[in-house]
């Protein structure tokens, strides 16, 4: 049978001999992002100037590119709009998702969430000034401490440090048995396993354009609000872009129809046609064997590693139900492996203080490779090859 991930791996530009692994941090460039971009400036920007937002369909860009990738995340047309970062949407999402519940107080999250999540929901909590206040619970805690206090659960599925998976359809059932809506970041999620919005039943939902989705350096996150929810829910930003009719330029805000609502103000077009064009990638791919091939790249990588290196500590659950599309271990030494298995061919990242992670893109990275890359990992362990003065040196971006 001939491996229909061989013909995606193509689709992508990457250095000869690399294994990378850090398509969960920045995905890998798809080869037609670089004439689709070459098109955009010459043809739109540079033919068409200011035109290009008529002409060019720049303006209607984040909604078609919601819709795109909507359609891989089971959401309705019309419920995922693209704009700004993770960051904040999540805090956008955060205050509509509280006006749901009012006189409700605890933003609950887990501690194994990533910071900028837990920084929104502080950040947002102190601003209320009616006595918010985030709860962080160790992440196999979570379900337990969804109950009537709660105006809002916000969880990422894949711990972005660990790669454990949250159980979410058992988190939304309690949390829907408590009245709490939910605000489900899908940053280690989308393009890394199946996911269905509608299926699920969340009412909001977040995630980010540049991991699994290859969007590019700083690509826009894209944003869901359940359809039910669209005639009356309430951003927090009011921006001239998400106005029902921007260019009357009133001086009162009246918020725009649904979705658009996550509008602030004008989209990164330069970006977001990166985005566009780098999700062509994913036409014809069916999420079930990205994810069976992720699962086989996992169970690959952990089993080359122990065989070599049975003492490295694995911070990845085993069992495949709890497992996203990443394999990290602890090690003392985390950040100098991680710089010594560079040299090694195999690109990785550190995660302060002690994690050495390894992303899955099954689109572009083997199974073969996978174990592969296991066998160096344990090579430089054992080797002591990370104990070189110069991969001590620490670099601004890990
Ligand atoms: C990567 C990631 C982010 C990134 O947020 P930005 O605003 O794009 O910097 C946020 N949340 C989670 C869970 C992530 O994994």
């Known amino acids: ?37 070459a098109a955009m400036l ?79 929901a502080q950040g947002l909590a102190g601003m209320l000034g009616q006595g918010h206040r985030l709860e962080t619970v160790a992440p196999e805690a979570l379900e337990g401490a969804i109950g009537a206090d709660v105006g809002v659960l916000l969880v990422t599925e894949v711990d972005y440090s660990t790669g454990r998976r949250h159980d979410v359809p058992a988190l939304v059932a309690r949390a829907r048995a408590h009245g709490v809506p939910v605000v489900l970041d899908l940053c280690h999620s989308a393009g890394a396993l199946p996911v269905d919005l509608t299926a699920l039943g969340v009412e909001f939902a977040v995630g980010c354009g540049y991991k699994y989705l290859n969007g590019g350096p700083g690509a826009p996150s894209y944003a869901y609000v359940r359809p039910d929810l669209q005639a009356d829910f309430a951003s927090p930003l009011w921006g001239w872009m998400g106005h029902a009719a921007p260019f009357d330029f009133a001086p009162d805000y009246r918020p725009a129809e649904g979705i658009n609502r996550l509008r602030v103000g004008t989209p990164p077009i330069v970006s977001m046609t990166a985005l566009d064009a780098a999700l062509d990638v994913w036409a014809g791919v069916d999420m079930a064997m990205v994810r069976t091939r992720s699962l086989a790249m996992s169970d690959a990588m952990i089993a080359a590693v122990e065989a070599d290196c049975p003492g490295l500590e694995l911070l990845t659950p085993r069992d495949h139900a709890a497992r996203g599309s990443q394999v990290c271990f602890r090690f003392e030494h985390a950040y100098a492996a991680i710089r010594a298995l560079m040299a090694e061919g195999v690109h990785g990242d550190f995660r302060a203080p002690h994690t050495m992670r390894f992303g899955l893109t099954p689109l572009y990275v083997s199974v073969a490779e996978a174990e592969e890359a296991g066998r160096r990992i344990a090579r430089v362990i054992n080797s002591r090859a990370w104990d070189r003065p110069e991969y001590h040196a620490r670099t601004a971006v890990t």
């Open 42 to 120: 010459g043809e739109e920007w540079g033919a068409q100037l200011v035109a290009g937002w008529n002409g060019a369909g720049w303006f209607d860009l984040p909604r078609r590119l919601g819709d795109r990738i909507g359609a891989m995340l089971g959401a309705a047309p019309g419920s995922v709009m693209v704009a700004d970062s993770t960051t904040l949407n999540t805090f956008k999402l955060l205050v509509a998702a509280l006006r749901l519940a009012p006189g409700r107080r605890v933003i609950l999250s887990d501690k194994g969430n990533f910071p900028t999540d837990l920084y929104v």
């Open 1 to 37: 049978m001939s491996d229909p991930f061989a013909a995606t791996r193509d689709l992508f530009e990457l250095p000869e001999g690399l294994i990378y692994m850090v398509g969960n941090s920045l995905g890998a460039m798809p080869r037609g992002v670089k004439p689709r971009m």
